[in-house]
């Protein structure tokens, strides 16, 4: 998982919706930010328990199928689905009237590096 995590972290974009590039410290190639409050993006998270729900909220995006979870204080966690790796992309509150905009920008690079099937 961690050498499709570092082919993704190589294949991300230098912008996302209009926010540039701004790694979270200390520099990984796990994690990813964009603008400031961060559009932040984690690869090889853990499985999310809500995935197994009935009740879960999904999206599609280029390809790409996300779990939908709205957090405390509004900001939301999308998790990718069907993938052999789990990507989480959390969006600030401030960030939300922007939809999934963000994912647009983000799913090519998941596309190509983290092929589809399900994750250990």
Do not use: H, N
């Not at 294949?11 to 200390?26: C, F, K, M, Q």
């Not at 999310?48 to 390809?63: H, I, K």
């Not at 199928?65 to 993938?83: C, I, N, P, S």
């Not at 647009?104 to 099937?117: F, H, I, S, Y």
């Amino acid at each position: 998982m961690s050498g499709l995590c570092r082919d993704l972290d190589r294949a991300l974009p230098s912008e996302v919706d209009g926010r540039d590039r701004r790694d979270p410290e200390p520099a990984s190639a796990l994690t990813a930010g964009w603008g400031d409050p961060a559009i932040i993006l984690r690869c090889g998270v853990p499985r999310p328990a809500s995935m197994s729900s009935t009740e879960a909220d999904g999206v599609e995006v280029d390809g790409v199928g996300w779990l939908v979870e709205k957090q405390d204080g509004g900001a939301y966690r999308f998790t990718t689905t069907l993938r052999t790796a789990y990507v989480e992309v959390t969006l600030p509150a401030e960030l939300t009237a922007e939809g999934v905009s963000p994912l647009v920008d983000l799913a090519p690079a998941v596309r190509k590096t983290v092929p589809e099937g399900i994750a250990d």
